[in-house]
């Protein structure tokens, strides 16, 4: 099954579908307000991010309470910050770093 790169005006979203019509349609399930605005068929069916062009150096640490957090928000990066202060009573400037940080690892 091809792997499928579509863009919308807040999110990249990177899936497997049958065709890019059926790709379209996981976006406008999980993200019913954003409309895709560039949609690629990648050449092969891995996604590789560098973390070193992200400014990422060293080993990570995914954190679960933050991937639970953007689950529960959809992905929404600033409600996913929300939930993740009220979870764990962080700053802002925290709580946005460890967010930001578990979305580039493919949350």
Excluded at 56 to 65: E, M
Aim: glycine share 6%; hydrophobic share 40%.
């Amino acid at each position: 099954m091809p792997l499928f790169e579509i863009e919308t005006t807040s999110h990249i979203i990177i899936t497997w579908a049958a065709d890019e019509a059926t790709a379209i349609g996981v976006v406008e399930q999980a993200y019913p307000d954003e409309s895709p605005i560039r949609v690629t068929k990648r050449p092969r069916d891995t996604w590789v991010i560098s973390k070193s062009a992200l400014g990422i150096h060293g080993p990570t640490d995914p954190c679960n309470i933050a991937r639970d957090c953007l689950a529960k928000a959809s992905g929404d990066k600033l409600q996913a910050i929300r939930l993740y202060m009220q979870h764990t009573g962080s700053d802002l400037e925290q709580s946005r770093k460890v967010i930001e940080s578990n979305m580039v690892m493919g949350w």
